[in-house]
């Protein structure tokens, strides 16, 4: 079974800098896409960062230039390193992997996974 844990999450003044990491772990194969989405009180959950297997990344034009997505391959880990936090950046973060399985001898089709959120409240 495939979990994905986040952490870092917290209270943060604005301005301050904040670093989440996301784990997944499980009988993993492979893992392709990785993303951070945010959703705020009352509104969808909308993607914030998203990072490929070889390195491409995705921003929302809101957090380019603040908001930094890595990823670890080796250990499944996906990190988003955010700077100069803003209040409208509040919400709950939720990790995204797009990853394969193993399934006995055979492998999965490819499946999405998410974490269960950490929440990021930014004061003024």
């Known amino acids: 079974q495939v979990q994905l844990v986040e952490s870092g999450g917290g209270l943060v003044q604005a301005g301050e800098s904040r670093r989440l990491s996301c784990k997944a772990s499980g009988s993993i194969f492979g893992v392709h896409k990785m993303a951070w989405y945010r959703q705020g009180s009352g509104t969808e959950r909308d993607l914030v960062a998203s990072?490929?297997?070889?390195?491409?990344?995705q921003y929302r034009d809101s957090v380019r230039g603040r908001f930094t997505i890595t990823r670890d391959n080796i250990r499944n880990r996906v990190y988003l390193q955010m700077n100069n936090l803003k209040e409208a950046d509040t919400g709950t973060y939720y990790c995204?992997?797009?990853?394969?399985?193993?399934?006995?001898?055979?492998?999965?089709?490819?499946?999405?996974?998410w974490g269960r959120g950490t929440r990021i409240t930014v004061s003024p």
């Open positions: 995204y992997a797009n990853l394969q399985t193993y399934e006995g001898s055979r492998l999965s089709s490819q499946t999405d996974y």
């Open positions: 990072i490929t297997t070889d390195g491409t990344t």
